[in-house]
């Protein structure tokens, strides 16, 4: 709780100065998209990749039908953490004592394990970067950058730098980060310099769909309570992150701009406002929270400054485990095409490369196939 209230604290004596900082990008996108004809800011930033403004808004309305799955997690949280009230800190409490051990090269194996179905040559691949021609950068260090992320270009193999802490969080952020490696691996062999980018749209497929694999993997084969404890732990705190965290931020930036397009005011206070509306509505009854505090979050995201960015972590996670369901239930057919996925990189536009891969994301059925996994776990 002290943690979560200070990490808000900070932001909150500098709330005026974000605001400025804020508002002057959403002005800046209003701008833009009228000088250029477009209809909002939200159709300036999908059009150029040929996304339509109907595959955000399918999203958010499925994330709001789902709302009573979200809240009974948050009831089922309380009653396994035994608390009364659960605050929203709460929602990062562990579940329980016993932490599985994942070392790395014991992460390796498992990952390895789970990818099979795309084949031999994958799999060896994936295995000799992390074990043999060193891509990940693992270990802690002091003054080492937070986070984890997959780089690389034209002419390198994929690097991946995070800070590997021998659990089951860690894993599956490696499993992630292999994801994007493997895909810029594939799409650097495969295309032309000019194609070797893929668009950002793609980018969280490939990771989240790793993810998806292995935990199935894990899931089928680890089968000790506190294991499978730790694995439902991990998987919702990155649906968490994905799928609701992420929804909620990406309405609260299509509010933000719709305000700045028809006049209305932003300030601290008002978008605090909106922010704190939107986590109610999420939270419902079953979390006790501080409007002020849970109201600052907009101001925590660096995402709110890459102009409706966030909504693609959610629909990513949706296309990813579409993707992994037939692959999963052994269609090798579907892993033939989702290793043309890899290879594609930005040769066509995403929502073609995903059509092909055997997912339309311009229909709502991928990310309510998501909140199916979810109301699973």
């Given at each position: 709780?002290?943690?979560?209230?200070?990490?808000?604290?900070?932001?909150?004596?500098?709330?005026?100065?974000?605001?400025?900082?804020?508002?002057?990008?959403?002005?800046?996108?209003?701008?833009?998209?009228?000088?250029?004809?477009?209809a909002?800011s939200?159709?300036?930033?999908?059009?150029?990749?040929?996304?339509?403004?109907?595959?955000?808004?399918?999203?958010?309305?499925?994330?709001?039908?789902?709302?009573?799955?979200?809240?009974?997690?948050?009831?089922l949280?309380?009653?396994?953490?035994?608390?009364?009230?659960?605050?929203?800190?709460?929602?990062?409490?562990?579940?329980?004592?016993?932490?599985?051990?994942?070392?790395?090269?014991?992460?390796?194996?498992?990952?390895?394990?789970?990818?099979?179905?795309?084949?031999?040559?994958?799999v060896d691949?994936?295995?000799?970067?992390?074990?043999?021609?060193?891509?990940?950068?693992?270990?802690?260090?002091?003054?080492?950058?937070?986070?984890?992320?997959?780089?690389?270009?034209?002419?390198?193999?994929?690097?991946?730098?995070?800070?590997?802490?021998?659990?089951?969080?860690?894993?599956?952020?490696?499993?992630?980060?292999?994801?994007?490696?493997?895909?810029?691996?594939?799409?650097?062999?495969?295309?032309?310099?000019?194609?070797?980018?893929?668009?950002?749209?793609l980018?969280e497929?490939?990771?989240?769909?790793?993810?998806?694999?292995?935990?199935?993997?894990?899931?089928?084969?680890?089968?000790?309570?506190?294991?499978?404890?730790g694995?439902?732990?991990?998987?919702?705190?990155?649906?968490?992150?994905?799928?609701?965290?992420?929804?909620?931020?990406?309405?609260?930036?299509?509010?933000?701009?719709?305000?700045?397009?028809?006049?209305?005011?932003?300030?601290?206070?008002?978008?605090?406002?909106?922010?704190?509306?939107?986590?109610?509505?999420?939270?419902?009854?079953?979390?006790?929270?501080?409007?002020?505090?849970?109201?600052i979050?907009?101001?925590?995201?660096?995402?709110?400054?890459?102009?409706?960015?966030?909504?693609?972590?959610?629909?990513?996670?949706?296309?990813?485990?579409?993707?992994?369901?037939?692959?999963?239930?052994?269609?090798?057919?579907?892993?033939?095409?989702?290793?043309?996925?890899?290879?594609?990189?930005g040769?066509?536009?995403?929502?073609?490369?995903?059509?092909?891969a055997?997912?339309?994301?311009?229909?709502?059925?991928?990310?309510?196939?998501?909140?199916?996994?979810?109301?699973g776990?």
């Amino acid at each position: 709780r002290s943690a979560w209230e200070s990490y808000a604290d900070g932001y909150l004596a500098f709330k005026n100065t974000h605001a400025a900082a804020f508002t002057a990008g959403v002005k800046q996108n209003v701008f833009n998209a009228r000088v250029r004809g477009h209809a909002s800011s939200l159709h300036a930033s999908l059009e150029p990749n040929y996304i339509p403004v109907q595959v955000f808004h399918n999203l958010i309305a499925v994330f709001k039908t789902h709302l009573p799955t979200w809240q009974r997690y948050w009831r089922l949280r309380k009653r396994a953490l035994g608390l009364d009230t659960l605050g929203v800190y709460d929602i990062k409490a562990p579940l329980t004592g016993a932490k599985p051990a994942a070392p790395f090269e014991q992460a390796v194996a498992w990952i390895a394990e789970g990818m099979t179905p795309l084949g031999e040559e994958y799999v060896d691949v994936l295995r000799r970067g992390c074990l043999e021609q060193r891509w990940v950068d693992q270990a802690r260090n002091k003054g080492k950058r937070e986070g984890a992320y997959s780089s690389g270009s034209h002419g390198t193999h994929p690097f991946i730098m995070m800070s590997y802490q021998d659990d089951l969080f860690s894993l599956s952020t490696l499993a992630h980060e292999l994801g994007h490696s493997m895909h810029s691996y594939y799409t650097r062999r495969t295309q032309p310099f000019i194609y070797g980018r893929y668009g950002l749209f793609l980018a969280e497929v490939a990771s989240n769909f790793n993810q998806a694999m292995v935990r199935a993997y894990l899931f089928r084969t680890q089968t000790e309570r506190d294991f499978q404890i730790g694995l439902i732990e991990e998987a919702m705190s990155n649906y968490h992150r994905y799928f609701f965290i992420m929804p909620t931020l990406a309405q609260f930036e299509l509010e933000a701009h719709a305000r700045a397009e028809r006049g209305a005011p932003l300030s601290a206070d008002i978008l605090s406002g909106i922010m704190a509306d939107l986590f109610a509505e999420g939270y419902g009854s079953e979390v006790d929270f501080d409007r002020p505090r849970i109201g600052i979050t907009w101001a925590q995201f660096a995402h709110m400054y890459m102009n409706f960015y966030v909504y693609q972590y959610a629909t990513g996670i949706s296309a990813a485990h579409a993707l992994a369901q037939p692959i999963l239930a052994g269609d090798e057919a579907a892993a033939g095409r989702y290793r043309d996925f890899l290879k594609s990189g930005g040769s066509r536009y995403p929502l073609e490369t995903l059509r092909l891969a055997g997912v339309d994301m311009t229909t709502p059925e991928p990310v309510e196939a998501a909140f199916g996994v979810l109301a699973g776990l």
